[in-house]
């Protein structure tokens, strides 16, 4: 069922949404932004990190390579609702336009809480949104409810395939975040490459190559939001091959 005002359930736990993000949806310059966004995923990374005690079902990296496929289809879907009302192809969508898909991909919001999610994620100002930037805001969403600590939370994401391709890349980012700061840098790294192969490790300079992808500021730290964009990339949702992690 698409949704529509008169069919949205109201959850109390989920009123004061501007409250709740403490305030980092309000309108700053870029630089401010990313950084207040960051944060905010840093902590809610975190917060899940303490709450299952750093526990994944991933063993290796090899077992997270080998979720790709399953990731790639999820992140595919998501993109073609994205490029569906990206009317003119630029790749980009306007307010309305964002509107539109979320409704397509049934994640129930009220009119504030697009546009708070929005302007968060337009960096730039511009009124618009890439592909990219849509997925951190789908992963806003996600917090937003904070399904991952509280499963009895009512979720705003209505599609089950959505939120089972969100709760796997959280749990990627969790086996690499080694500990639990809601942040990866080059010890994470290392040890989620050499995890599973203690007698065969990986290279240094395939290391230092993934982190640096990932690291595009060059601070030695990566949020979660850099993660995401580099595991798209790995990934390949625009071709029919990945970027081998581990070579």
Not at 29 to 46: F, V
Not at 182 to 203: C, Q
Request: proline share 4%.
């Amino acid at each position: 069922m698409k949704y529509s005002p008169s069919t949205a359930r109201p959850c109390q736990a989920l009123k004061s949404f501007s409250h709740r993000v403490g305030g980092i949806l309000c309108c700053h310059k870029p630089p401010n932004k990313y950084k207040k966004l960051d944060s905010k995923l840093e902590r809610k990374m975190s917060e899940i990190w303490r709450s299952s005690s750093g526990n994944t079902s991933f063993r290796s990296i090899n077992s997270v390579i080998l979720r790709f496929p399953e990731i790639k289809e999820g992140l595919k879907d998501i993109k073609s609702v994205f490029e569906q009302y990206d009317e003119d192809s630029n790749g980009t969508i306007d307010y309305e336009e964002l509107k539109k898909c979320l409704e397509k991909l049934q994640v129930h919001l009220t009119e504030k809480e697009i546009d708070e999610l929005f302007h968060s994620c337009d960096v730039d100002g511009y009124e618009e949104i890439q592909f990219k930037e849509f997925l951190v805001l789908l992963c806003l969403v996600y917090f937003l409810t904070d399904h991952a600590t509280s499963p009895q939370t009512i979720s705003k994401m209505g599609s089950p395939q959505l939120e089972a391709t969100f709760n796997t890349i959280i749990e990627v980012f969790q086996f690499l975040d080694k500990n639990g700061d809601g942040k990866l840098n080059k010890t994470d790294m290392f040890k989620a490459l050499n995890e599973d192969t203690p007698r065969e490790k990986f290279p240094a300079h395939v290391s230092r190559t993934r982190f640096k992808e990932m690291d595009w500021d060059r601070k030695g730290k990566v949020s979660f939001r850099e993660f995401l964009f580099s595991l798209i990339d790995w990934i390949g949702i625009d071709s029919d091959e990945e970027t081998p992690v581990a070579s």
